[in-house]
């Protein structure tokens, strides 16, 4: 990772993008090894979470967003299109351009990324505990794109893959892993963290991924839900 890139990127980010504030920060450790689990609301969720929180993040990234020959499609499909609303032929044109910046950018600042084959699957595994062996922190936002959308707290529901993290950490350091959830609420302009929930090496692994995945997706919605009651709080009342 570029240490002095990543600096200016999440400047930029909170600086000229962002600008919102971290809620529950004593929650944070002081450094790795650790799991940050965050809701995703688009293209907003990484920038808010890179720009709020104070550590070098290694980020779970779609492989094909790394890749120089699929990132221009994935990009008009996923966010061209559909977030900036550039209609096509054009589309294709703006996602060309960003993919010329993103890709070097995100390999720059050491994204992690996530194919969707068992082979692949396991690979992102491996580097990933790599990683956190050596003390890193991963960021990742494990919504599942197949599924809807709940209108109350803009996700839908999390996969559970990335839970397995917490029992090969734990097969390769003898360490109990620590997951920390982060919920962005993009009215009020907040990155909430939530407690960590650590691994259990004492639960029979499929059962401790459910419950990880569980438990983070519900400390999540209650972060986002408070937020939006708090921004709701916050209007001010007509004369």
Wanted: net charge neutral.
């Amino acid at each position: 990772m570029n240490d002095r890139l990543y600096r200016f990127v999440r400047w930029c980010f909170q600086e000229l993008i962002w600008g919102g504030d971290l809620l529950g920060a004593d929650y944070l450790p002081e450094r790795g090894p650790a799991v940050f689990v965050s809701n995703h609301l688009g293209a907003l969720g990484p920038i808010a979470v890179g720009a709020a929180i104070p550590l070098p993040l290694r980020a779970w990234i779609q492989a094909d967003m790394l890749d120089p020959l699929l990132a221009a499609d994935y990009l008009r499909r996923d966010f061209v299109e559909p977030q900036l609303r550039v209609p096509p032929p054009f589309s294709r044109f703006v996602a060309d351009a960003i993919s010329k910046i993103h890709i070097p950018l995100l390999r720059a600042v050491g994204g992690i990324p996530v194919y969707h084959t068992p082979e692949g699957s396991l690979e992102t595994l491996r580097l990933s505990v790599d990683l956190l062996a050596e003390g890193n922190v991963i960021l990742i936002f494990p919504e599942d794109p197949a599924l809807p959308m709940d209108p109350r707290y803009r996700m839908t529901p999390f996969q559970k893959g990335f839970a397995r993290l917490g029992e090969l950490y734990f097969e390769r350091v003898g360490k109990s892993l620590s997951f920390y959830p982060l919920a962005v609420h993009a009215e009020s302009f907040t990155v909430r963290v939530g407690r960590p929930v650590r691994y259990n090496p004492f639960v029979k692994p499929a059962v401790e991924r459910v419950r990880i995945k569980n438990l983070l997706e519900q400390a999540i919605h209650e972060m986002y839900l408070q937020a939006s009651r708090c921004e709701i709080v916050q209007i001010p009342l007509p004369n």
